[in-house]
């Protein structure tokens, strides 16, 4: 089992920053597909960004390309995503998730591994 814990999570005002921060368990991080899904309150999972083991491919979801940075730290099983500019649709839940058994990084990708999540509030 991998074990994901997320942290970083608060509020913000409009145009402020947030860095989210996953610790990752597992002894094969460097062979995980990491990525960040969000969930706002009556929307469905929506996905975020994703990288590889190797941090060689980055995938990110059209409304956050430009604001978001998702980054990896293999030497400590964890994966980071800065949140720069952020906007009220950007509040949800966030969660790290762990795809243990491909290198796809597209919003498809299975993933097998959650953390519990942790709550991003943007006011106006």
């Known amino acids: 089992q991998v074990q994901l814990v997320e942290s970083g999570g608060g509020s913000v005002q409009a145009g402020g920053s947030l860095r989210l921060s996953c610790a990752a368990s597992?002894?094969?991080?460097?062979?995980?597909?990491m990525a960040w899904f969000r969930q706002a309150p009556g929307k469905e999972r929506e996905f975020v960004a994703a990288?590889?083991?190797?941090?060689?491919?980055?995938n990110y979801t059209n409304s956050v390309k430009g604001r978001f940075t998702i980054s990896r730290d293999n030497a400590k099983n964890t994966v980071v995503l800065q949140m720069n500019s952020l906007k009220p649709e950007d509040t949800a839940v966030y969660y790290c998730?762990?795809?243990?058994?491909?290198?796809?990084?597209?919003?498809?990708?299975?993933?097998?591994?959650w953390g519990q999540g942790t709550q991003v509030t943007v006011s106006s």
């Open positions: 990288i590889s083991g190797s941090g060689g491919r980055i």
């Open positions: 597992g002894r094969t991080f460097s062979n995980y597909v």
């Open positions: 998730a762990a795809n243990v058994r491909s290198w796809d990084v597209g919003p498809g990708s299975r993933y097998d591994y």
